[in-house]
């Protein structure tokens, strides 16, 4: 993502409220400030809200773990995420095993993300394959019980009524 010139003002100002602040083109983060203690990174992200015709930037800090693979990091609850963004390695995973998508057409469908990034998410999952499919289990099982409870939708309860469906 590249960020405006009115965006680029925005992260000039905001600088003077972190030392050493460098920018983040990441999908939505705009300025973080990255520090190391031993293998843990915090960040101040300042993420750009829309509000009807102007804009707002609310602070945010996340701790992050640093893992072997270059490009995924722990979050404070141990969630694997794609370094640089706010993806998990779960979302694309997902994607990848309910579309048999490549990680060319992985890229291609989440241009944000560098090659590198999307064969280093794969392997943490191919290396912690075991525990990330149980999270995908416990995810559909959630989603199977939320439609469940939910019911019919009005529009499907008309169709029906109707015979179109």
């Not at 015709?53 to 602070?59: D, E, L």
């Not at 270059?70 to 993806?87: F, H, Q, R, S, W």
């Not at 291609?108 to 999307?118: A, D, E, G, K, R």
């Not at 099982?141 to 179109?164: F, W």
Request: net charge negative.
């Amino acid at each position: 993502m590249r960020i405006s010139e009115a965006d680029a003002g925005i992260v000039q100002a905001l600088a003077p409220m972190v030392s050493n602040p460098a920018i983040a083109v990441a999908e939505d983060i705009v300025l973080s400030e990255v520090w190391k203690e031993s293998h843990v990174q915090k960040k101040d992200c300042f993420s750009r809200v829309e509000e009807g015709t102007s804009s707002i930037y609310k602070a945010k800090t996340m701790t992050l773990t640093a893992t072997a693979y270059k490009y995924v990091e722990l979050d404070e609850n141990n969630v694997p995420i794609i370094a640089g963004t706010t993806m998990k390695v779960i979302e694309l995973v997902t994607g990848q095993l309910t579309h048999g998508w490549s990680p060319e057409e992985l890229h291609f469908q989440h241009p944000y993300l560098t090659m590198s990034q999307i064969h280093s998410a794969l392997a943490y999952y191919w290396d912690h394959k075991a525990p990330l499919d149980a999270d995908i289990s416990q995810r559909e099982q959630y989603t199977i019980r939320l439609q469940q409870e939910a019911g019919e939708s009005p529009l499907v309860k008309k169709l029906r009524a109707k015979g179109l469906i």
